[in-house]
């Protein structure tokens, strides 16, 4: 049992993948990659909204979005989603599995842990850029506790995320208590 404990999570997160897409901002995000990619540039003002087409516009998604284009073009359509939905899942969970048995070093823990991380990530799994965000956290706490060997690891972390959701000043957040705590 000890020894299949941490594939678990992973099964888990495989038939939440497996979902159908519950989520249409979605599409507007492969959209605003589409207008993005095509006007050689990031969106400033809004091109999609009746009542505020060309006011002024601040897409925190752009690195995200344009990436959801070129994989629309790449496999032709949105199948694509569930895959990424596994594959950034399953290396959140890795790197969750990877902090916890770190502390405690009990396989069995850990995957207590992992199994209650996909539990609480479960309902969040959708193909939106926020998702990465659950990928870079995971990212920032491993390189957080792997001092001082992966500490150059955070500004490549929090820079790509800026780029990639709004949600990077929770990682800055995160930098600047790991830095007080240190001290």
Excluded: C, K
Aim: aromatic share 12%; charged share 15%.
């Amino acid at each position: 049992m000890v020894d299949v404990a941490p594939l678990i999570p992973f099964v888990i997160l495989g038939m939440l993948a497996a979902r159908a897409i519950r989520d249409n901002s979605f599409i507007w995000h492969i959209r605003a990659g589409a207008v993005q990619v095509d006007a050689v540039r990031v969106l400033t003002e809004d091109v999609f909204s009746f009542t505020r087409s060309g006011q002024s516009w601040r897409t925190q998604s752009w690195l995200a979005e344009i990436g959801y284009r070129y994989a629309e073009e790449l496999f032709g359509g949105l199948a694509w989603s569930n895959w990424m939905i596994l594959i950034v899942g399953s290396v959140v969970i890795a790197l969750v599995g990877l902090a916890v048995y770190r502390s405690v070093r009990s396989v069995i823990v850990t995957s207590l842990v992992m199994v209650l991380a996909v539990w609480l990530l479960g309902p969040f799994l959708q193909p939106r850029p926020v998702i990465f965000s659950y990928l870079f956290l995971a990212m920032l706490v491993v390189a957080l506790q792997y001092r001082p060997e992966l500490t150059w690891t955070v500004v490549p972390i929090l820079w790509v995320w800026s780029a990639v959701h709004g949600s990077w000043i929770l990682g800055l957040g995160l930098v600047v208590l790991a830095r007080r705590r240190s001290r």
